[in-house]
C-alpha cells in the first residue's frame, strides 16, 4: 500500500458524505412529487399515464422513497467502517510497512558505508605503503 492508495481512500470516504447529501436531495424531491400524486396534484411523473400507471408510478415512487431511506443510513454506515479501518488497520500498517522499509534501507546502506570505508582505509594505507618504498634523500 502506497501514500496514493491511502490518499484515495480517504478522498472516496469523504466522497460518501457528497453521495449522501445527493441521495437526501433526491429523497426529499421524491417525497415531494409523492405527496402531489398521493393528493392528486399534476405532476411530471404521471402526466402521460392512466390512473392505473399513476398508481405503479406511486408505488415505484414510494420504493425509490423506502431504498433511499436505507441508503442514507448505509452511507453513514459504511463511513464509519471506513474510518474506523483507516485509524485501526490501514494507517497503522502503512506505518509499519514504511518504518520497517525505512530501517532496512538505513541498515543496507550502514553496510554499505563500512564497506566504502574499509576500502578508503585500505587505499590509504596502499599510499602510506607507497611513500615508505619511496627513498627521498633529505
Same mark, same amino acid.
Given at each position: 500500500? #502506497?501514500?496514493?492508495?491511502?490518499?484515495?481512500?480517504?478522498?472516496?470516504?469523504? &466522497? !460518501?458524505? @457528497?453521495?449522501?447529501?445527493?441521495?437526501?436531495?433526491? !429523497?426529499?424531491? #421524491?417525497? @415531494?412529487?409523492?405527496?402531489? $400524486?398521493?393528493?392528486?396534484?399534476?405532476?411530471?411523473?404521471?402526466?402521460?399515464?392512466?390512473?392505473?400507471?399513476?398508481?405503479? &408510478?406511486?408505488?415505484?415512487?414510494?420504493?425509490? +422513497? =423506502?431504498?433511499?431511506?436505507?441508503?442514507? /443510513?448505509n452511507?453513514?454506515? +459504511?463511513?464509519?467502517?471506513?474510518? /474506523?479501518?483507516m485509524?485501526?488497520?490501514?494507517?497503522?500498517?502503512? *506505518?509499519? $510497512?514504511?518504518?520497517?522499509?525505512?530501517?532496512?534501507? $538505513?541498515? %543496507?546502506?550502514? @553496510?554499505?558505508?563500512i =564497506?566504502? =570505508?574499509?576500502?578508503?582505509? %585500505?587505499?590509504?594505507?596502499?599510499?602510506?605503503? @607507497? /611513500?615508505?618504498?619511496? *627513498? +627521498?634523500?633529505?
Amino acid at each position: 500500500m #502506497d501514500m496514493r492508495a491511502l490518499c484515495e481512500c480517504v478522498l472516496r470516504k469523504e &466522497a !460518501l458524505e @457528497s453521495m449522501k447529501l445527493k441521495a437526501m436531495s433526491k !429523497l426529499k424531491d #421524491d417525497r @415531494s412529487t409523492a405527496e402531489k $400524486m398521493s393528493a392528486g396534484k399534476m405532476t411530471m411523473k404521471g402526466l402521460f399515464k392512466s390512473k392505473s400507471g399513476k398508481e405503479e &408510478a406511486a408505488q415505484a415512487l414510494l420504493a425509490d +422513497i =423506502s431504498q433511499g431511506e436505507r441508503d442514507i /443510513i448505509n452511507y453513514d454506515v +459504511i463511513r464509519t467502517f471506513l474510518t /474506523i479501518y483507516m485509524a485501526e488497520v490501514a494507517v497503522p500498517y502503512w *506505518k509499519d $510497512m514504511k518504518m520497517k522499509n525505512y530501517v532496512r534501507v $538505513m541498515g %543496507e546502506f550502514a @553496510s554499505e558505508e563500512i =564497506s566504502n =570505508s574499509v576500502k578508503h582505509q %585500505e587505499c590509504w594505507n596502499d599510499f602510506v605503503n @607507497s /611513500i615508505a618504498k619511496v *627513498k +627521498i634523500k633529505k
